[in-house]
């Protein structure tokens, strides 16, 4: 259904954000569930399950939003978006708060992968997969880390080798959140083994699942098992897949990794949904539910921990605020997204560590007749994820230093060496 009220735009014939919000706000609950309405056993909005039909449930979402007319918010009308403002996107964030959304296509089919093709893809990849993604047709996933280079992202040797009108890709890549289901991959690998590091990089943008191309499930310590290696054994992938130059992908990869620091550290304005917005108070709401669960809302220190919180996702939004509106007026470099990336890792796992305290013994196991709190344990099992997704804290922390403070850069000895001459360990 699309909404009955009537679009009001100003001089610039663009829609004004407070008439995209009313119009939001009459089309949200006519076409998008309640979470308070979900089944129990649905995972799908709350990104946790790993099964097919999550998958299936986002792309018809996401379909849902197309065809109301609210999806792609900030991209540009050329490629199927809606070429409005992230005030547009935040206003939307702020109406769909408490219903079912796509989460899982956030991260990175339109924070990452999707920004990254804007900003280096050729005119065609633009055309193609923006419009696909928008549309609830295509997923984007990520093939960058490997085996042996997760942090030293350059260092990738998985192998491209052009033959004619193709190149030839054989290597392995790594923890590739949600490859299974996923349908083009933005993918690193090495086309100049004569050239340093940095410099003989390509990227790609090829078929996830295509002749050559074998993919593994990894399963993790919170039982779920998103994450995936994919095998490349001559997989055949045309020139016409390359983003960027040949030879250029470590800059497609230095773009890629900007557009990831904002997505991880919440700074992205092509996230649709109410996390971006809803980190100010949702976490506190579910801390507090948890104490009322487990009798300790009366509890000082409960309330002190629950406090704490509370001030870590305030400082986080405000954080954010400051860091976009200066990358944005350009008083900041693009790297200071590494100050959001690392506060979130941060507070993400304080956060966690917070709600384990107050669950005490229960987030391990419940009583039968007790709150039923595992999720908290859940959670915590995972909570390293977030210091190492979208590149490790300490990789923040060294990019804070080196790019955005100045101080002296880490010594390598692989600087200017032809890729072929550095030593790797063994
Ligand atoms: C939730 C999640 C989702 C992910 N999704 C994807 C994905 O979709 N696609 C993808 O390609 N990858 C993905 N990754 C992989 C992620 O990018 C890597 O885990 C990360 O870059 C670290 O690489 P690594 O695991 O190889 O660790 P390593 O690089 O081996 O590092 C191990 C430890 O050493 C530290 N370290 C390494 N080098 C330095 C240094 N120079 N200075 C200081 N400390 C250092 C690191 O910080 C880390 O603590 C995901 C990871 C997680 C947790």
Redesign the pocket.
Known sequence: MTATTTAVSDATGMESVDSFRLRAREWIPANLRRLADLPADEGAQRNVSSDESAWQRARALQRTLYEGGFAGICYPKEYGGLGLTSAHQRAFNEEVAGHEMPMRLNV?TFTICGPTILDMGSEEHKREHLAAAIRGDEVL???????G?????AGATTRAERDGDVFVLNGS???????YAADYALCLARTDWDAPKHRGLTMFLMKVHQPGVHIERIKQVNGGDE?CQEFFDDVVVPASAVVGEVGGGWAVASRQLFHERNAVGGGSPYFSGARAEGRRGTETDALIDLVRRTGRADDPYARELIAEAHALGVIHGHLVDRVTAGMRTQKMPPTAGSLIRLFHGESATRQAEIALELAGPAAAMSAPDGPDTREVGVSFLFR????????????A??IISERILGMAR?YAADRDVPFNQVRHGR
């Open positions: 990175p996933v990520q093939f960058l880390s490997e085996p280079s997760g942090s030293d992202l890549k790594i923890w590739s959140s949600g490859a994450f390293q994820a977030t210091q190492l997704g979208g590149g490790s804290t300490e990789m922390r060294n880490e």
